[in-house]
Structure formats: C-alpha cells, structure tokens
C-alpha cells in the first residue's frame, strides 16, 4: 500500500472514528477480541501436537478467528467509506448483530470440537453433530447475508443514477461475497477436500478443494472495494470501465477455481 493510501487511511479513522455509531464500535470489538482469541490459540497450539486429517487441531479455529476479525473490521470500514447514513442508521445495528451471532457460532463451535480433539466439518458421526454441521452452513450463510443486506442499504441512500465508483465498489463487492461466498460454501460442504497439509499458511490442495475458490467469495468485500480505489485513484475517466473489467476478471478467476476444485 502506499504512503498516500496509508495516509488516507489514517484520515478517514481520525475523521470518523470519534462519531462511530454503537454497531460500528461493538463490531470493532469484536475484531480485536477475535485477533486477541487467535493469538492466544496460536500458543495454545504450540504445546498440542494433535491433529485432525493430518492437520494440527487448531489450524481451522485460527483461520475462522482471523477471517472473522477481518470481515468485521472490513464491514466497519466499507459501511463509513460508502454512507455514513447507513453507518449510523438502525438497519446498521441489525446486520452488525447479525454478524457477530452467526461468525460466533461457527467459532466456538469449531474451537469446541478442536478443544475436543473432534472435526466440526463434516462430521455427521452422530445425529447431534449433524445438526450442529447443518447449523453451520445455515450460520454461514446468514453472515454473508448481513453484507448483501448492507449493500441493499447503502444502495438506497444512493441520491442520484451516477454512483462514484468507490460507492459502486462497495455495493458490488458485498453483493460477490454473499452470492459467490454462498455458491462455493455450499459446495464446499458437499465436497470435503482431501486430507494433509497442502499449500504453506493456507493449507489448500491444487486439485478437488473448493476452498481457494471459497475464499475469493468471501474476500470479495475486501478485494473489490480496494479495486475501486485503485481505479478511482489512478484510471481518472476511466475509473468506472477499469473497475468493470476488474470486476469481471475477478468473478472469473472464482469460477475457474470453482471448476478446477470439482475436477478430478
């Protein structure tokens, strides 16, 4: 990132943060306290030579803890980015609420199961856990929901046909991670990927693994909205063009991943 990103940045939190409405504070909270539960199951886990599939136990609480705070935070940023209306608007409470349960969920139960020495994916060995699987997929879904409801929201305070490109980013990119979030986690559910340590950090297999497609559906509320900065900032009149072909390079590369993680 550059200094004057960084700087513009530094400005929008200095601007806006001492007017932050409650949702906004409570799910910057939220974040930090999902960073603070990563770091410390980070230690836990260098004492825990446990693993599940030939994966330590507490890879997968991490990950979710990580990705949670993030999406948090990122909800936070891109809601006063796009309208500080919708920021501040009751609407905003609701989807913030509707975060933080449905994210929580999934990350205490999958920090349960790994406490456990248990799988929390597809582990249906009994009717309970089951459930509990099927409940994740429901929880899974409803937090991508909260960012297709956001983008409805910002999209209605919207006063005139020609939406600056950054807004346009922000609705468009909260709009990808509901609907392709959604179309891989479901088939991620249905195709559990091979077992083993893949790729560094991440831990994806190149083939029969849905999870680096899954992860631009999900990813699409920070990716997106960053290209329309960046097409704002350095394609002037061509901002909006820039953005579209961007847009549609990003949606393909899913769905290329998509067709590569059900292939052979």
């Known amino acids: 990132m550059s200094i004057s990103a960084m700087g513009d940045l530094q400005s ?9 409405s409650l949702a ?36 997968k609480p991490m990950k979710f803890m990580a990705a949670t705070a993030l999406f948090a935070w990122t909800t936070v940023w ?32 999958i920090t349960y199961q790994a406490s456990q020495g248990a799988a929390s994916h597809y582990n249906t060995s009994d009717p309970v856990h089951a459930r509990l699987f099927g409940l994740m997929g429901i929880a899974a879904v409803g937090l991508t929901a909260s960012q297709a409801w956001l983008a409805w929201e910002i999209w209605k305070v919207q006063n005139s046909p020609d939406i600056p490109v950054v807004t346009l980013s922000v609705i468009v990119g909260l709009i990808l991670t509901f609907l392709l979030a959604t179309v891989s986690g479901f088939l991620l559910g249905g195709n559990q ?5 893949g790729l560094p950090i991440v831990g994806w297999h190149l083939h ?3 999870r680096p497609s899954h992860f631009l559906g999900v990813h699409a509320q920070q990716f997106i909205p960053l290209l329309g900065l960046f097409a704002e900032r350095f394609l ?12 549609t390079l990003y949606v ?13």
């Open 12 to 20: 929008w939190a200095h601007i806006h943060g001492a007017g932050w």
């Open 24 to 59: 906004s504070k409570a799910l910057i909270v939220y974040g930090g306290l999902m960073a603070l539960a990563m770091a410390i199951t980070y230690f836990v886990s260098l004492s825990d030579a446990r693993t599940i599939r030939d994966v330590g136990i507490w890879a």
């Open 78 to 109: 891109l809601t006063h980015l796009a309208s500080n209306t919708v920021a501040n608007g009751s609407a905003f409470t609701w989807i913030a609420l509707l975060l933080i349960i449905t994210s929580l969920f999934e990350v205490v139960y």
């Open 193 to 197: 990927p091979p077992p083993g340590q």
């Open 208 to 210: 029969k693994d849905i």
């Open 236 to 247: 002037g009149n061509w901002a909006t063009q820039g953005f579209g072909v961007g847009t």
């Open 252 to 264: 393909v590369a899913w769905a290329v991943l998509t067709w590569t993680g059900l292939s052979a």
